[in-house]
């Protein structure tokens, strides 16, 4: 499975952004996906994750009720993290991330994970 997200860029505080991560080769659409971000000199941490059929979707504190995570499975899966507010402490890496597990626990978790793609760029301007 491969992921790729775009979206990424420079904005300013108060504005939104959509990022979006298509997978490919691989059966997507069974699976579990969750968005981590990372700043530098910092750890990972859990954004947003959303389960395979979309049904259920989860946030992390610092971004709840502003972002909302939803996924596309018609063709090849899209997840999408639209961010709305965006503040100067959203400014990271951002990463779409896959789980095979099919257990559906621990989301929030970065070990869960078993695919990752390779980030996009967000940042915030004060």
């Known amino acids: 499975v491969q992921l790729v997200e775009s979206g990424g860029g420079l904005v300013r505080a108060g504005d939104s952004l959509r990022l979006s991560c298509a997978a490919s080769g691989g059966t997507a659409s069974s699976y579990n996906m969750g968005w981590f971000r990372q700043a530098p000199g910092k750890e990972r941490e859990f954004v947003a994750a959303i389960s395979w059929s979309g049904g259920g979707t989860y946030y992390g504190d610092s971004v709840k009720g502003r972002f909302t995570i939803s996924r596309d499975n018609a063709k090849n899966t899209v997840v999408y993290l639209q961010m709305n507010t965006l503040k100067p402490e959203d400014t990271a890496a951002y990463y779409c991330?896959?789980?095979?597990?099919?257990?559906?626990?621990?989301?929030?978790?970065?070990?869960?994970?078993?695919?990752w793609g390779q980030g996009t760029q967000v940042t915030v301007s004060s």
């Open positions: 991330a896959l789980d095979t597990s099919g257990v559906g626990l621990g989301l929030k978790l970065p070990r869960t994970y078993d695919y």
